[in-house]
């Protein structure tokens, strides 16, 4: 488990920086101590092995000593940002719910499920004078605790799949050289918490080789790249775009770091304005919470934004809705041979079913391979819309539009071109004819938190569905793309 690479790391080079969190730098020395006092304070609870402990923790820097530390006592935990997302976890019967004195939290009166006790951790755990000495500290970590991750990415809820912590270390290594990670690495995460995808796996794969950690959660997000030689930076495009509006202009560029951009496609401008300001070595990163990363793709001119370099290591197939595997250039449903073992969502067998098949994860992702045997992602045939990294569930959205143009049915897609790029598509079946004008005025208040993608209204005389009246949205999609491409005069 990580907790042993940590002590490792801190025999070998106790002065070497493990974590630097808001500007406070923590050395491995510190960082094994504080998680070993903090093992030795949740120890005196006595918590069942296996059992669930909730960690709300302003603090990140706090947040990790907490989780590695009961990880590494064979308990179960969870990270949420906030205490009502305790209630959407769906875990019943949680263990303890774990918070800071140091901070002003407060669980809601429902949380909507089971905690069997509040754990405050006084302030001065893991304080100087109470930290024993390096070479003191037990690798206690025979039988670690798993880990708990939420995901609404791909499936448009609220889903937990489980981590075995043996399982995780055994992929670390191959995730650290698919991402260039070693013990000499600097890596930028910003304000990830472990409630997050990349916010928990980057840390633990950089802490793993012997790397160091930044966590910057304040105004001035470029701050970090001025004071630290970093190697890696971690962004989506969203916090890409928030990191180089908060510089002004400021930052140096280093063309020896790696920015990894995950969770969704950048613009083109968005891409040169990264280039210029920031480094030149730009890589997309497609990954998701069940199947870990899949690419790590050099993007050296603007046509590498919709094409995607599988790593050798993993295997990725396009295939049609009766799972035959189809050729090159010929669009179907994503799916992912699973590595890792895993075999579905937490306490969730509907979802597991509909997601998990035969060995492979099927991420909800239109896409096709090109004769040169790179992926390019078409859009989503599930009910979620990704907006620069963020999921948006569309079932409300389509609902109120449906209500406002008293339509027969609106489905909303989103879509990549070649040509165009990513785009929202608003697909109505009116009930009678509508104006334009009526249409417009509806979309820009159900989509207007879409700020930076266009958003596309079409109208089309019946909606293709299935059996059971649920709209066949990959039809839909293919009929989008056969209009663009002129071979059908309308969808």
């Given at each position: 488990?990580?907790?042993?690479?940590?002590?490792?790391?801190?025999?070998?080079?106790?002065?070497k920086?493990?974590?630097?969190?808001?500007?406070?730098?923590?050395?491995?020395?510190?960082?094994?101590?504080?998680?070993?006092?903090?093992?030795?304070?949740?120890?005196?609870?006595?918590?069942?092995?296996?059992?669930?402990?909730?960690?709300?923790?302003?603090?990140?820097?706090d947040?990790?000593?907490?989780?590695?530390?009961?990880?590494?006592?064979?308990?179960?935990?969870?990270?949420?940002?906030?205490?009502?997302?305790?209630g959407?976890?769906?875990?019943?019967?949680?263990?303890?719910?774990?918070?800071?004195?140091?901070?002003?939290?407060?669980?809601?009166?429902?949380?909507?499920?089971?905690?069997?006790?509040?754990?405050?951790?006084?302030?001065?755990?893991?304080?100087?004078?109470?930290?024993?000495?390096?070479?003191?500290?037990?690798?206690r970590?025979?039988?670690?605790?798993?880990?708990?991750m939420?995901?609404?990415?791909?499936?448009?809820?609220?889903?937990?799949?489980?981590?075995?912590?043996?399982?995780?270390a055994?992929?670390?290594?191959?995730?650290?050289?698919?991402?260039?990670?070693?013990?000499e690495?600097?890596?930028?995460?910003?304000?990830?918490?472990?409630?997050t995808?990349?916010?928990?796996?980057?840390?633990?794969?950089?802490?793993?080789?012997?790397?160091?950690?930044?966590?910057?959660?304040?105004p001035?997000?470029?701050?970090?790249?001025?004071?630290?030689?970093?190697?890696?930076?971690?962004?989506?495009?969203?916090?890409?775009?928030?990191?180089?509006?908060?510089?002004?202009?400021?930052?140096?560029?280093?063309?020896?770091?790696r920015?990894?951009?995950?969770?969704?496609?950048?613009?083109?401008?968005?891409?040169?304005?990264?280039?210029?300001?920031?480094?030149r070595?730009?890589?997309?990163?497609?990954?998701?919470?069940?199947?870990l990363?899949?690419?790590?793709?050099?993007?050296?001119?603007?046509?590498?934004?919709?094409?995607?370099r599988?790593?050798?290591?993993?295997?990725?197939?396009?295939?049609?809705?009766?799972?035959?595997v189809?050729?090159r250039g010929?669009?179907?449903?994503?799916?992912?041979?699973?590595?890792?073992g895993?075999?579905?969502?937490?306490?969730?067998?509907?979802?597991?079913?509909?997601?998990?098949?035969?060995?492979?994860f099927?991420?909800?992702d239109?896409?096709?391979?090109?004769?040169?045997?790179?992926?390019?992602?078409?859009?989503?045939?599930?009910?979620?819309?990704?907006?620069?990294?963020?999921?948006?569930?569309?079932?409300?959205?389509?609902?109120?539009l449906?209500d406002?143009?008293?339509a027969?049915?609106?489905?909303?897609?989103?879509?990549?071109?070649?040509?165009?790029?990513?785009?929202?598509?608003?697909?109505?079946?009116?009930?009678?004819?509508?104006?334009?004008?009526?249409?417009?005025?509806?979309?820009?208040?159900?989509?207007?938190?879409?700020?930076?993608?266009?958003?596309?209204?079409?109208?089309i005389?019946?909606?293709?569905?299935?059996?059971?009246?649920?709209?066949?949205?990959?039809?839909?999609?293919?009929?989008?793309?056969?209009?663009?491409?002129?071979?059908?005069?309308?969808?």
């Amino acid at each position: 488990m990580v907790i042993s690479a940590i002590i490792q790391q801190a025999r070998q080079t106790p002065g070497k920086t493990a974590v630097v969190y808001n500007g406070v730098i923590c050395s491995f020395t510190d960082f094994a101590r504080r998680i070993d006092v903090a093992r030795e304070y949740f120890a005196q609870w006595h918590l069942p092995r296996e059992s669930v402990a909730v960690i709300d923790v302003e603090n990140l820097a706090d947040g990790w000593v907490f989780l590695l530390a009961l990880r590494g006592l064979g308990v179960t935990t969870l990270a949420v940002r906030e205490a009502e997302d305790i209630g959407k976890s769906g875990i019943r019967n949680i263990g303890c719910v774990v918070t800071s004195s140091a901070e002003q939290r407060t669980l809601p009166s429902r949380l909507g499920v089971d905690v069997a006790r509040v754990i405050r951790v006084p302030g001065s755990i893991g304080c100087a004078d109470t930290q024993p000495a390096v070479l003191e500290i037990h690798d206690r970590t025979a039988h670690p605790g798993s880990h708990i991750m939420m995901t609404s990415g791909t499936t448009g809820a609220y889903k937990k799949i489980l981590r075995d912590a043996s399982v995780e270390a055994m992929a670390i290594p191959l995730h650290a050289e698919i991402n260039a990670i070693s013990v000499e690495s600097v890596v930028y995460i910003a304000n990830f918490g472990p409630w997050t995808a990349g916010g928990y796996r980057w840390p633990l794969i950089t802490w793993s080789m012997g790397g160091t950690v930044i966590i910057h959660d304040q105004p001035d997000m470029h701050a970090p790249l001025l004071q630290h030689d970093v190697t890696h930076i971690f962004a989506t495009p969203g916090t890409l775009g928030v990191l180089l509006g908060a510089s002004n202009g400021a930052l140096r560029r280093n063309d020896a770091t790696r920015l990894l951009v995950t969770g969704g496609a950048m613009s083109q401008a968005m891409l040169a304005a990264a280039k210029r300001g920031v480094t030149r070595q730009v890589f997309s990163v497609l990954a998701s919470t069940e199947a870990l990363t899949l690419a790590v793709t050099p993007l050296d001119s603007p046509d590498d934004l919709h094409w995607h370099r599988i790593h050798p290591s993993r295997e990725v197939q396009v295939v049609d809705e009766a799972d035959n595997v189809l050729g090159r250039g010929r669009e179907g449903l994503v799916r992912v041979r699973i590595i890792d073992g895993l075999a579905g969502y937490l306490d969730d067998e509907p979802a597991t079913r509909a997601y998990f098949r035969d060995g492979y994860f099927y991420p909800g992702d239109i896409g096709l391979f090109g004769v040169d045997g790179r992926l390019s992602l078409r859009g989503r045939a599930s009910d979620v819309i990704n907006v620069l990294g963020d999921k948006i569930a569309v079932g409300p959205i389509e609902q109120a539009l449906q209500d406002r143009l008293g339509a027969q049915g609106v489905c909303v897609l989103s879509m990549t071109t070649m040509d165009a790029g990513d785009e929202i598509v608003v697909v109505i079946q009116p009930h009678r004819p509508l104006e334009p004008a009526a249409i417009q005025v509806a979309v820009n208040a159900e989509l207007g938190m879409v700020k930076r993608i266009p958003v596309r209204a079409v109208v089309i005389a019946k909606l293709p569905r299935n059996e059971m009246g649920k709209i066949e949205r990959l039809v839909l999609r293919r009929q989008l793309i056969l209009a663009s491409e002129g071979r059908l005069a309308g969808p």
